[in-house]
Structures are given as structure tokens and as C-alpha cells.
């Protein structure tokens, strides 16, 4: 009988016959595997020992200057039928996709050491969670993965008995950015991937399969697969909620997952616990919720900003056994990145000597990869083969005008709504121009692997008799004043945003009801001890409807984009709202408030 392993062998060699290795290693994930791993990679150069003193097992890696970010406009989504990766993604048809990759996947491992990585999306013995393979010739790579993932053999062992994974192929191939595609295959669940050692285009289990792929995977399987962190507010009274948040790369999901409560609220006994803080993926439990884990294991995070102030989880999870990506160093050979308020840089991210008139000394999208068990708000339930109910689904995005700093959808399809028609302004961790606002529905623009008509669809389709759906509310913690700085502190301060947002789902909390939501009264949100004027609240909670009305005739055009597949019940949405906004703008400039505020 053959055995189940009998097609990953299969893919194995054909993969060998067409990269031409000079030999095949199927990684266990052992300790003796990775030590053997970091010696050869610190021995040629790939890897680079940091301060050994005041970052034990830390090492650097140095990517090539030109591959430093995922590249949007070279991933692919190859599905039979155009409109099934729909205006969102950009296509190419599979046959001649897989004819131009494999001309370059041809010989690209000679001399070479072409690496098998089992390994498993979420606890290893989740049912929600879901296995792959990647086939790499990067050493760096099967380094990360085996932080990123729950990698090597009992991944293994659950792929032989489930006898379906996720097939992904990468080659470093020659890092020319003139022969880098990220591809998918979502009907075959194969990924292929060339030219880019970078995270998001390299470490296969994470963007490409825990999002493009698993969307589609998740879509045809009834769960969903999202670009969110997910983190448990436990209150003084030992009860814990979970809330599952997106928001655009590099906007402050590792901050949010990992935050440090104020003074007043640890000292009453609030506490954070960090599921994730990049994935989720969730699925309707018995009891009509959505449970959700995370799917990876570790923490591929953005360095600059992390200091102290901004994220001192991270700063203290991140002084051992993290692997450094592109930042500079100090005189002792500590790493180093702009906002890090200790030390000073002497050489910059690509090994120059430090000099500010170069760029900055970290590549602003450098990252650290670290166990999350290494975060000290790390979740025990992380672990957990269930994972966690999640009560309040949160959106939100660079906005630095109109959008108030938080409010919440009247239900579950308005909510839906209002996921599609986020916008934010682009950050670094992807090429291309930086500042600009674009629609980033439900934070998944770059990730979802199929039309986000079919998407939004797929997401309308939850709300079922018997649903005990989350809530749905956005934030945006960038609103800023006329000064052009930001009127809300952030960072520690958003948890008094996260009580009021459970207090709704508790019923506990009160609101205003405006047309585009419901918005905390100046005084529903515990803002004691903040330094805040008066003036600065009021605008933070500002619903300006002349301002709304036109940003609901963008979102218009925007869902136009998708055409005749677009879900007619999210056109009613937004049809709606604009009308109701219509008579309130005859009516008042500005929702009232609720406590004369
Ligand atoms: C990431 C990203 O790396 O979203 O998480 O780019
Ligand atoms: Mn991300």
C-alpha cells in the first residue's frame, strides 16, 4: 500500500531533478540540527554573532540591499480562472506561470544543499491548524522557519497521517530582482517562490501559505484565515476576553499584541496576554463563536521603534536567541535601530561604516525573529488545540484625519463594510512609495488569495441563525492634529480603547449613535490621567460628516472596482449609511455627544 509520504517523496525528487542540489536534507528541527545550521551559516558569512555578552545566541543577517521587503507587484495569484484572484491580485495564468518559474528554478541549487521542511500552521495537534512542506536552498530560511513554525518531525508524523499539505518551493535563486517571483497555485495548494530571501517572500509558511493559500483554503472549508494579532485583556476580576485586530503591515499589530497596561490599570489588576501577532485564523466553534489560533509560533517583527516606551515586551523577549535581519550595530557589536534610546550605531545595516548622511543605520523595515514564547505576556492558550473565543473583531489603519479613534459597527454586516473600506497610508514593509492611502480591506490587500468580492462574500456568509458572531469595531490610533502631530498617545494607552470596546460587548460601555457607528461620548472612554485637552478628545471622537459623506462616496467607487461579484447586500451597506449621512448633513455638522461632551 503506498503510504501517504509516497507524494511528498514524489514532489521531492521531481523538485531535485529540476533544481539539481548537490544533496537533500529533510529537517527534524532538532537542536543538534540548528546548532550544525548556525555553525556553517556563521562560518560563510550568512549569519553574523552579535554581543554574546548582552544578546546570548543572537545572531545578524544581512540581506542583499535590493531584497529587503516583500514585493507586491511580482506575487502572483494562478488560479484557471482570472476572476478568481479578481482585481486585488495580480494573475497569470498557471501553465505559462509554471513554465516562467521552473526555466529559473532550472539548476538553481547546484552546489547547493536543497533543505525539506515539515512543518505545521498551529499547535501540532489543532484541528484547526494545517500543514505544509517548503523546499528551500536557505540555510537563513530553515533558521526562521523553525522559529516561525512548529517545524520538522511531528509535523512530519501529522502530514503522513493527514496525507495533505501545502506544497511551497523557494530558491534563493540570484537574488536579481530582474528574476523574483512570489507565485501561488491556490487549486494545487503550491506555492513557488525565487529571488528573494526576504521574510514575507521567503519563509513560505507565513504570508504565502498562513494567508494567500490559507484563504482559499479557508473559504472552501468554512473558517477564515486574517492578517490579525490576537491578544486576551484579563480584568481585575480574572476573567479573560480575546480580541483579534488587523491592521496594515507596520502599523503597530506587534505593539498592540504585546502591550504593557498604564500604571492605573496594572495596579487595579488588568493584565495582557499575546496569542499572536501577525495571523489568526478562526473558525465557528459548537457554541456558534469563532475560536481562533495563531498559526505560527513565532514573531517575525519590525525592529525600528521598538524601545522602552513604544514595546518593552519585545525589546526584553528579543535580548537572546533572536535572529536580526538588516540592522546596524554598535561599537560592541550590539544590534541597533533608529528608536532604540541605548547605545549608537557604528556600522549601518549593510556593514558601511555608520554615517546619518547614508540613511538611516537599520533598513526601516529590519525585523527580528524570536520564539514567542520568549515574550513575557507570552499566552499559555497560544498552545491551545481550541484556541480561544474571540468576543470583539477590531480594524483599523493609518488615518491621520476624519476617522475617530475608535467606533463600532451596528452588526455584523456593516461590520463587514467596514473592514472592506479600510484605508491606510502605505508603510515600508513592502517596496514602493511610502505615505500613501490606499483601501486596505480587512488589512488582507496584499494577502488574500482569491477576489475580494468572493472574500467579502465569504466573510457576509458567518452571520447565520444560532451565530454568536464578535463584535466589529475600527480604530485608528494616527488621527493628527492641525499641528500634524498625533492626538493620541497610543502604545500602553490603547487599552483603555480595548476596555471600552469589551465594555460594549459586555453591554457594560455607552455610546453615541452616529451614522457611521457607534462612538464612544467624550466621556465613555477612561481617559484619567492622560494628558489631553479638551480640544484634543472632542476631535479624537469628531464624526464630521461633511467629511464622512465623501469619504462613502470613495468606498463607492472603491467596491465598484470589484464589479457584478461584489455581495449586493454590502452595496445596501453602503448605500445606507450614505443616506443616512445625507440627512444628518441637512441636519448637524457633528454627532452629538453623549454627556454634553
Ligand atoms: C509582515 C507584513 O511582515 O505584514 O507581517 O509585512
Ligand atoms: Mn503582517
Redesign the pocket.
Known amino acids: 500500500m503506498p503510504s501517504s509520504l509516497d507524494s511528498l517523496n514524489r514532489w521531492v525528487d521531481d523538485v531535485a531533478r529540476l533544481t539539481e542540489p548537490a544533496e537533500i536534507h529533510w529537517c527534524n528541527g532538532s537542536d543538534g540540527e540548528s546548532r550544525l545550521l548556525n555553525e556553517r551559516m556563521l562560518a560563510n558569512g550568512d549569519l553574523i554573532a552579535l554581543n554574546a555578552q548582552t544578546h546570548p545566541g543572537c545572531t545578524l543577517h544581512r540581506s542583499s540591499p535590493t531584497d529587503v521587503?516583500?514585493v507586491e507587484h511580482l506575487t502572483f495569484i494562478c488560479t484557471q480562472n482570472r476572476d478568481d484572484a479578481g482585481p486585488n491580485n495580480n494573475w497569470m495564468d498557471p501553465v505559462d506561470a509554471h513554465a516562467k518559474i521552473d526555466a529559473l528554478f532550472a539548476g538553481c541549487m547546484r552546489g547547493r544543499t536543497l533543505y525539506v521542511i515539515p512543518y505545521c500552521m498551529g499547535p501540532i495537534d489543532s484541528p484547526i491548524s494545517r500543514c505544509g512542506v517548503e523546499i528551500t536552498d536557505s540555510p537563513y530560511v530553515v533558521a526562521n522557519m523553525r522559529i516561525m513554525t512548529r517545524m520538522g518531525a511531528a509535523a512530519l508524523t501529522r502530514i503522513e497521517r493527514e496525507g495533505k499539505f501545502v506544497k511551497g518551493l523557494h530558491s534563493t535563486g540570484e537574488l536579481d530582482p530582474d528574476k523574483r517571483f512570489i507565485m501561488h497555485f491556490p487549486e494545487e495548494l503550491t506555492i513557488k517562490s525565487i529571488g528573494s530571501g526576504y521574510?514575507?517572500n521567503a519563509l513560505l509558511g507565513?504570508?504565502c501559505h498562513a494567508l494567500r493559500i490559507g484563504s482559499w483554503q479557508a473559504r472552501s472549508e468554512g473558517w477564515l484565515a486574517e492578517?490579525m494579532l490576537i491578544v486576551g485583556i484579563e480584568n481585575p476580576a480574572g476573567e479573560t476576553r480575546y480580541i483579534a485586530a488587523a491592521f496594515?503591515?507596520?502599523c503597530g499589530?506587534t505593539n498592540l499584541a504585546m502591550l504593557i497596561p498604564p500604571e492605573g490599570y496594572r495596579k487595579a489588576g488588568w493584565k495582557v496576554w499575546t496569542v499572536g501577532d501577525?495571523i489568526c485564523w478562526m473558525t465557528p466553534g459548537k457554541d456558534g463563536r469563532l475560536w481562533a489560533i495563531n498559526p505560527e509560533a513565532g514573531y517575525?517583527g519590525?525592529a525600528p521603534g521598538t524601545d522602552t516606551t513604544t514595546n518593552p515586551n519585545a525589546l526584553a523577549m528579543i535580548q537572546r536567541d533572536t535572529i536580526y535581519t538588516n540592522v546596524g550595530v554598535t561599537a560592541d557589536n550590539q544590534p541597533w535601530w533608529e528608536g532604540l534610546s541605548e547605545g549608537e550605531p557604528v556600522k549601518d545595516w549593510r556593514g558601511r561604516e555608520f554615517d546619518d548622511a547614508q540613511g538611516p543605520a537599520a533598513h526601516p523595515n529590519a525585523?527580528f525573529t524570536v520564539s514567542a514564547r520568549q515574550c513575557p505576556s507570552w499566552s499559555p492558550m497560544a498552545e491551545a488545540a481550541d484556541g480561544v473565543p474571540i468576543s470583539a473583531i477590531v480594524f483599523g489603519g493609518r488615518r491621520p484625519s476624519l476617522v475617530p479613534l475608535v467606533f463600532e459597527a451596528k452588526d455584523w454586516a456593516h461590520g463587514v463594510l467596514v473592514g472592506a473600506a479600510m484605508g491606510s497610508e502605505t508603510t515600508a514593509?513592502?517596496t514602493g512609495a511610502v505615505g500613501v492611502l490606499r483601501r486596505d480591506s480587512m488589512a488582507m490587500k496584499?494577502?488574500c488569495g482569491y477576489n475580494f468580492a468572493d472574500y467579502f462574500a465569504h466573510w457576509l456568509s458567518f452571520d447565520q441563525p444560532g451565530a454568536k458572531l464578535p463584535k466589529i469595531f475600527h480604530v485608528n490610533w494616527f488621527r493628527k492634529g492641525s499641528d500634524g502631530k498625533f492626538l493620541w498617545p497610543g502604545f500602553g494607552e490603547n487599552l483603555r480603547v480595548l476596555e471600552w470596546i469589551l465594555g460594549r460587548c459586555e453591554g457594560t460601555s455607552d455610546a453615541v449613535e452616529s451614522p457611521v457607528g457607534f462612538v464612544p461620548g467624550v466621556n465613555d472612554l477612561k481617559l484619567d490621567g492622560l494628558a489631553l485637552s479638551a480640544a484634543a478628545r472632542q476631535e479624537l471622537l469628531e464624526v464630521d460628516m461633511h467629511g464622512w459623506r465623501a469619504e462613502l462616496a470613495d468606498i463607492a467607487r472603491y467596491l465598484d472596482s470589484f464589479g457584478s461579484r461584489l455581495p449586493q447586500r454590502l452595496k445596501d451597506e453602503q448605500r445606507a449609511i450614505a443616506a443616512a449621512l445625507e440627512s444628518a448633513v441637512e441636519s448637524t455638522p457633528v454627532a452629538r455627544r453623549a454627556n454634553g461632551g
Open positions: 521587503a516583500r521574510g514575507g507565513k504570508k492578517h496594515p503591515s507596520a499589530k501577525d517575525f519590525v525585523r514593509a513592502a496584499p494577502f
